[in-house]
């Protein structure tokens, strides 16, 4: 999409998680796309306009580019200046797109409340002490929390805890002096945060490719970690599943 015009939205249906706005295509239509960015979970496509386009994918959202038949789910078309076709399907509808004024994005709560990039030069023990410190919640909670670390998603949460050796029903504060330094744990935090998303992107995980990961859904399973004779568990923190082992991770 970047480098071309928008030619034409066809829009296969007008509600997603929230119904699109009015005008939705004709602010898209004729524009060319300067740059896409991404915001933690959130897609950000600068158009010609000064507008941004904000996307964000659900839980079942994705976009593939054609020529291609449409299928049953391909709710959003955009057509391009270049010959390319982007479909956005999403069986779910839990996905978002509006379309925003430079002002408006400034102001957009959803992006202005979320915490440093995880693979951001700037994030680092000291950029996470700050809003553990202040945390009364489980570690596993608290890196959950989109505030703390924008992006950060369950999967990848409960993978670099097991890699720093962490138990992720741990008082997230304890990873921090009374003065607020982060101890020696935090650091091998981060960088257990860091090396699980760049395998992730490396690796680019593909249908088919069956479950690529240490020890998420490998509840009952032997913990990979070398001399260590512990088993996965699962137990649900916040709603969502977190898998772990009880003997080394601390």
Not at 165 to 182: D, E, H
Not at 221 to 233: F, L, V
Request: with cysteine.
């Amino acid at each position: 999409m970047a480098g071309a015009r928008i030619t034409r939205v066809i829009l296969r249906r007008r509600t997603l998680r929230y119904p699109l706005s009015a005008g939705f295509a004709a602010r898209l239509e004729g524009q060319t796309v300067h740059r896409v960015e991404r915001r933690a979970k959130y897609l950000v496509v600068e158009l010609s306009s000064g507008d941004r386009l904000v996307m964000h994918l659900g839980m079942s959202g994705w976009f593939r580019v054609m020529p291609a038949q449409l299928e049953t789910h391909d709710h959003i078309v955009f057509e391009m200046s270049n010959g390319k076709v982007v479909a956005f399907n999403d069986p779910r509808r839990f996905g978002l797109m509006l379309v925003l004024s430079a002002d408006e994005l400034a102001g957009y709560e959803p992006l202005t409340r979320l915490g440093p990039e995880p693979l951001h030069k700037t994030f680092d023990a000291a950029a996470l002490a700050a809003p553990l410190a202040r945390r009364k919640t489980s570690l596993k909670s608290a890196l959950m929390d989109q505030r703390v670390i924008g992006g950060l998603g369950n999967i990848y949460v409960v993978e670099a805890l097991h890699r720093a050796r962490l138990s992720p029903k741990r008082l997230a504060s304890t990873l921090v002096t009374n003065t607020g330094a982060p101890r020696p744990t935090l650091y091998e935090l981060v960088d257990a945060i860091k090396e699980v998303l760049r395998e992730a992107i490396r690796r680019q995980r593909r249908t088919g490719d069956g479950n690529p990961f240490r020890i998420y859904d490998r509840e009952g399973e032997p913990c990979p970690r070398r001399g260590c004779r512990g088993t996965i568990r699962r137990i649900s923190q916040a709603g969502r599943s977190t898998y772990y082992c009880p003997v080394c991770q601390r």
